[in-house]
């Protein structure tokens, strides 16, 4: 999957993330993240948000997240959700996606 264009997913609301994906011009994936979590866990934020892209195919993008103490299943859904957009896919497998948690 590429990313070809903005897009957003989520909300600022409390226990969610807002998810920002553009194109990059690099082979890497650069995230951005502003959480009031960030000290306890930004690393693991920023893994989930990278594991998620990587299995959807996608190795370069830059990537904003604003985390209001959204939980990893819904940093991978909103992730998934703006990836999609992204690449302006209109059928989601939602299939596989949830095998990734069996």
């Given amino acids: ?3 070809t ?3 957003v997913a989520g909300t600022v609301e409390s226990s969610d993330i807002m998810i920002t994906l553009d194109p990059h011009e690099g082979s890497t994936i650069e995230i951005e993240l502003d959480s009031s979590v960030e000290k306890q866990f930004g690393d ?3 893994q989930v948000i990278k594991e998620t892209l990587e ?3 996608i ?3 830059k990537v904003v997240a ?3 103490g959204a939980l990893d299943c819904t940093i991978q859904a909103r992730t998934v959700t ?3 957009r992204a690449a302006d896919q209109k059928a989601y497998n ?3 996606i949830d095998s990734w948690n069996a």
């Fill in 59 to 61: 190795t370069s993008a």
């Fill in 66 to 68: 604003v985390d209001k």
């Fill in 82 to 84: 703006a990836a999609y």
């Fill in 55 to 57: 299995k959807l195919g």
């Fill in 44 to 46: 693991q934020i920023r």
């Fill in 94 to 96: 939602w299939k596989e």
């Fill in 5 to 7: 264009k903005s897009a």
């Fill in 1 to 3: 999957m590429e990313i």
